[in-house]
């Protein structure tokens, strides 16, 4: 049996307190880049600094010798910036069974949007009767 391996990032976003999200990000196993806007100051984009390189969904407590569960959108969503929207990407595949792509986006409200690759097999059903899914 495969693995499955991602690779993610976000786009670059404004977030209100860095000191507060570079803290949560670094307690999330996410890695962080920063860059400098002339408009909008510091910007961060994240990526999953886990070693299958999916978004975290557990990270490990050593305090409790035990994992514990994250979710990253939410807790993201309480760092950012007014207006702000964060992107998360996520493409990977487990060898070829099967290929995955999605992206939510979400702003400071908690607010989210969703799409993923499995959502061409609805439109494509439009085309013709015979849709046999990529995977196996």
């Not at 390189?53 to 939410?74: C, S």
Request: with cysteine.
């Amino acid at each position: 049996m495969a693995d499955y391996y991602a690779t993610t990032r976000s786009n670059y976003f404004g977030v209100k307190d860095e000191k507060a999200f570079l803290a949560w990000a670094e307690s999330t196993e996410l890695g962080v880049q920063r860059r400098e806007d002339p408009d909008h100051g510091n910007l961060f984009m994240i990526y999953s600094d886990q070693e299958k390189g999916a978004w975290p969904n557990y990270v490990y407590n050593e305090e409790k010798d035990d994992f514990d569960e994250v979710e990253v959108i939410p807790e993201l969503a309480k760092h950012l910036k007014d207006g702000h929207v964060a992107i998360l990407l996520e493409i990977g595949s487990e060898k070829l069974r099967y290929l995955v792509g999605v992206a939510s986006a979400v702003n400071c409200r908690g607010e989210q949007v969703y799409v993923d690759l499995d959502a061409i097999y609805k439109k494509a059903g439009k085309l013709g009767d015979v849709v046999t899914r990529a995977e196996y």
